[in-house]
């Protein structure tokens, strides 16, 4: 069966620092990966997605960035953050068949000090 | 803009109680409508809703899709405490061939009192 990994499963940053937040799949190949950001009291926002190895695209300008070094691995990333980079960070996969629902992964609560 | 609008946001009631969630959405290409529980973490699949006035169920939870007026609903009969959670409506507005664009709701948080 497939499984989604998110880590860290939280973490604190001070503004300015860099961040990497990794999410793997496994039991499946060739998945469709997306990243999302859940603002508190708001709804998810897609914020990345990927239909394959190096392939990235971005839903909404902002200070974060994305990449999909292995089939199976996602990763997303910000050289410098901000107070307003704080949320719950969400992975999900689907399969290239769009009768099928995204999977999500447990999440990282991040928080901007 | 594509919106998805969930209501009532917050909703308690006594255990065995019936509960009714609504979702309406305006997307500019519809391809699906999708139900989702998320109790701490994860979001976990309820329901996928593609075509209008065919009612999917799952035990004691059920959701149908009407098209034409834009809206779903997700019933939850003899509700127990189990069911606390937060309840997520999404509808896939196409990106690109074979890649979903999932927009959500606010979501309702529902509140089972024993």
């Known amino acids: 069966s497939q499984t989604i990994h998110q880590w860290p499963a939280t973490l604190v940053q001070p503004v300015g620092s860099p961040l990497s937040l990794e999410c793997t799949v496994e039991g499946t190949s060739n998945p469709n990966l997306y990243w999302y950001r859940q603002a508190a009291g708001r709804g998810l926002q897609l914020l990345f997605y990927?239909?394959?190895?190096?392939?990235i695209s971005s839903e909404v300008p902002q200070n974060l960035s994305a990449s999909r070094p292995q089939d199976r691995q996602f990763i997303l990333s910000s050289k410098k953050l901000l107070l307003s980079d704080s949320g719950f960070y969400l992975c999900a996969w689907s399969v290239h068949n769009l009768d099928q629902p995204q999977h999500f992964g447990d999440g990282t609560r991040l928080s901007i000090l | 803009e594509d919106k998805v609008v969930q209501s009532p946001l917050s909703l308690v009631v006594h255990e065995g109680d019936t509960v009714t969630l609504n979702c309406s959405y305006e997307v500019t290409n519809f391809r699906s409508l999708l139900w989702y529980k998320q109790e701490k973490k994860a979001p976990t699949f309820l329901f996928m809703l593609?075509?209008?006035?065919i009612e999917k169920k799952s035990g004691r939870l059920s959701s149908i899709l009407d098209k034409k007026e834009l809206f779903s609903i997700l019933n939850i009969t003899a509700t127990q405490t189990g069911d606390s959670a937060v309840y997520l409506c999404a509808v896939d507005s196409p990106i690109i061939q074979g890649a979903q664009k999932l927009v959500f709701g606010q979501g309702t948080r529902l509140t089972i009192n024993p």
């Open positions: 990927s239909v394959g190895i190096g392939q």
């Open positions: 593609t075509s209008s006035g």
